[in-house]
């Protein structure tokens, strides 16, 4: 083969080898730019499919911590099957006309039970305190239920009659330097003595409230009023005689 045929055939082969990588070289960018484009369609669904995932799982572990509250609020009222439909029922009902919800409801009836109450008072008033004392106060559902049911306990006071007693504590609190955990501790210290002498539970909360700016905290409040209430009972015959008893 002649030299001029053999250097005619390398320029062909080196002209058509760069064609062929300049080809190639678009179809690579024209494939990279179509994945990436796949990728852009496919992130927003990808996100909403994961959300929607998440959104899925909160929703029943939810439903699972609502009927575990339920039942662990039955096992401890021996509460009967129509009381338990008819907890579970307020408890959705509060939990779409509340703050709260249906979850949170269940929690505080649990603490309501715990703490003695029957389905019966929970159903009858008890509850609905609880939700309004925390709402009022800003203070936990819990500590709501523990206040709730120590002032029924404390003071005689039933069930169908704690929303006003709810709203004389909410008020008692607006009017001194006192908020929630302070009057909680007051009646730590001295709601059951008061009660237990005949104090009703108005005339002890406005006592509180009227102190407060002479106290530090409201157990010391609280420790006082006891003191005061318990120094009323004579305990000598002595006593007895100077208060003609």
Known sequence: ????????????????????????SNVSTGVGRAVKGIQRAMAPL????????????DVVRTAGGFEAAMNRVQAVTQATEAELDALRAMARELGETTQFSASETAGAMEMLARN??????????????????????????????????????????????????????????????????DFRLAFAQAGGVAGKVGVEFDQFAAGIAA??????????????????????VPETKKARASMGL
């Open 1 to 24: 083969m002649s030299q001029a045929v053999i250097g005619s055939l390398r320029v062909n082969l080196s002209a058509n080898t760069a064609a062929f990588d300049a080809a190639m």
């Open 46 to 57: 990808s996100g909403i499919s994961i959300g929607a995932g998440l959104f899925g799982a």
């Open 116 to 181: 003695g109450l029957a389905a019966e008072q929970i159903l009858g008033g008890a509850i609905d305190a609880s939700l309004a004392l925390s709402a009022s106060t800003g203070s936990t559902l819990s500590g709501a239920a523990d206040l709730v049911t120590d002032v029924m306990a404390q003071f005689g006071i039933g069930a169908d009659r704690m929303e006003g007693t709810v709203d004389t504590l909410v008020g008692a609190m607006n009017n001194s330097k006192f908020g929630f955990d």
């Open 211 to 232: 102190t407060s700016s002479s106290f530090s905290s409201g157990s010391d409040a609280g420790t006082s009023f006891k003191t005061f209430l318990q120094r009323l």
